[in-house]
């Protein structure tokens, strides 16, 4: 009969052991990833409830007609919008070739005072494409239309 309690002890230290390994593992990869997930975010929801300065995430929408404005050197400054709200950005950098008035984009940064200071600009990459983020941002406030085909 002791036999039979002492395998039965060693099977629940084995399963107690095993469930606080997956918890600690777990919390060790979440730790190790959350500099590495940017969240999405349209410029309306970014103007609702602005994120600190130090969070870095990504923003998304339709470059503002008439907004685009490079200076001498390599910093570009233009509005991204949903049609529910606009957001300045300024990117220091070369964009991509497919970058223009009234596409689509994604920027990463951060919003620090009342600008979105892009690390990385992404743009369209054929005529037809826009991020799923983008596309669902600008049907929410009314402004996506179908490409023509």
Request: charge should be negative.
């Amino acid at each position: 009969m002791a036999l039979k309690s002492l395998k039965k002890q060693r099977r629940i230290q084995v399963v107690a052991l095993a469930a606080v390994a997956l918890i600690v593992s777990t919390g060790l990869i979440g730790y190790a990833m959350r500099d590495g997930i940017n969240f999405f975010r349209s410029p309306s929801q970014v103007m609702e409830a602005p994120p600190t300065e130090t969070e870095v995430f990504r923003i998304g929408g339709l470059v503002e007609e008439g907004t685009l404005v490079r200076d001498d050197g390599e910093t570009i400054r233009f509005s991204v919008t949903d049609g529910g709200a606009t957001v300045p950005v300024v990117f220091t950098g070369v964009l991509p070739d497919l970058f223009e008035e009234n596409q689509g984009m994604v920027g990463t940064g951060r919003y620090v005072e009342g600008v979105f200071q892009a690390s990385e600009i992404l743009a369209k990459h054929d005529e037809t494409y826009m991020p799923k983020e983008v596309v669902d941002a600008l049907k929410a406030q009314g402004m996506y239309q179908e490409p023509e085909t």
